[in-house]
Nanobody, 119 residues
Framework: QVQLVESGGGSVPAGGSLRLSCAVS????????MGWFRQPPGKDREFVAR????????FYADFVKGRFSISRDKTMNNVYLQMNTLKPDDTAVYYC????????????WGQGTQVTVSS
């Protein structure tokens, strides 16, 4: 099992920045890729960004390109999502997730952290 704990959410005005953190523990050698997802109020959960656990290969959803940046601290086993130029539409609960080796999808999830962007 892999344990994921998000932190860093909060309320900011439009144009502001936040950095979300995901503390990763447990069987980290079983992880293939880490991702960030979000669920806006009243909407389905959507993919935001991912990073390869070993390769550090990056991929972003189109709506965050140029504004958000995913990174990983290999010494601390933390994954970060730096969010700049935030918009009210970025308001959501943000989740980090792990896809383990051999799994077809993200199968380990954190509890989520709320991000609210005011206009």
């Amino acid at each position: 099992q892999v344990q994921l704990v998000e932190s860093g959410g909060g309320s900011v005005p439009a144009g502001g920045s936040l950095r979300l953190s995901c503390a990763v523990s447990g069987r980290t050698n079983s992880i293939y890729v880490m991702g960030w997802f979000r669920q806006p109020p009243g909407k389905d959960r959507e993919f935001v960004a991912r990073i390869g656990w070993s390769s550090s290969h990056l991929f972003y959803a189109d709506f965050v390109k140029g504004r958000f940046s995913i990174s990983r601290d290999k010494t601390m086993n933390n994954v970060y999502l730096q969010m700049n130029t935030l918009k009210p539409d970025d308001t959501a609960v943000y989740y980090c997730a792990a896809q383990r080796v051999g799994s077809a999808s993200y199968d380990q999830w954190g509890q989520g952290t709320q991000v609210t962007v005011s206009s």
